[in-house]
């Protein structure tokens, strides 16, 4: 199975500041590579898919990049609605995988 | 619009079976594979395997190879996943999903909308 993992777990940050979480796979999955928010009680939503398309309907401030093992994902200026727990999945092989989370908390 | 409806919550004690639905709505049922992922209290997101509505076919993960059973009922637009010899472990909030489209993503995959959520609860 690919491990994905995330850094940091958890990261605390105020409005307005650039955020940056990454994303490394045991192996390559080329881009097969999306991002998801998930608020306390509500199902997780595509932010990002194959490494650095924005969802339709997905705020720009929002981007995602690389390919191979190390991927990042990018919020130029965080917004109060946007402390979140964020996952990485690959879709490369089976079974699917997801990084364990980072929680984006509020300074 | 595109809508995932799942249904309610439920206790089960250890050693049972559980059958999860996912009604769908708003898109062609038979055109998009759906995924189940589940997430322990406090914890990740775990995928289950998928089915495809069109054909029946399924892919388990192989952690859950022997205990679950993805279905469908094309008529009714719903799908269905039964887990079987629930244990404590298995308590966790399951999630059907759907899989993109290639005419929108090519061959990425990515899960673009999701139920609600269903508790399943595994308690003596």
């Known amino acids: 199975d690919i491990q994905m993992t995330q850094s940091p777990s958890s990261l605390s940050a105020s409005v307005g500041d650039r955020v940056t979480i990454t994303c490394r796979a045991s192996q390559t999955i080329n881009t097969y590579l999306h991002w998801f928010q998930q608020k306390p009680g509500k199902a997780p939503k595509l932010l990002i898919y194959?490494?650095?398309n924005l969802q339709s309907g997905i705020p720009s401030r929002f981007s995602g990049s690389g390919s191979g093992t190390d991927f990042t994902l990018t919020i130029s200026s965080l917004q109060p609605e946007d402390f979140a727990t964020y996952y990485c999945q690959q879709t490369y092989s089976i079974p699917w995988t997801f990084g364990q989370g980072t929680k984006v908390e509020i300074k | 619009q595109v809508q995932l409806v799942q249904s309610g919550a439920v206790v089960k004690k250890p050693g049972a079976s559980v059958k999860v639905s996912c009604k769908t709505s708003?898109?062609?049922?038979?055109?998009?594979?759906i995924h189940w992922v589940r997430q322990a209290p406090g914890q990740g997101l775990e995928w289950m395997g998928w089915i495809s509505p069109n054909s029946g076919g399924t892919n388990y993960a192989q952690k859950f190879q022997g205990r679950v059973t993805m279905t469908r009922d094309t008529s009714i637009s719903t799908a269905y996943m039964e887990l079987s010899r629930l244990r404590s472990a298995d308590t966790a909030l399951y999630y059907c999903a759907r899989e993109g489209g290639g005419d929108v993503y090519g061959d990425s995959r990515p899960l673009d909308y999701w139920g609600q959520g269903t508790l399943v609860t595994v308690s003596s």
């Open positions: 194959a490494a650095s």
């Open positions: 708003g898109y062609t049922f038979t055109d998009y594979y």
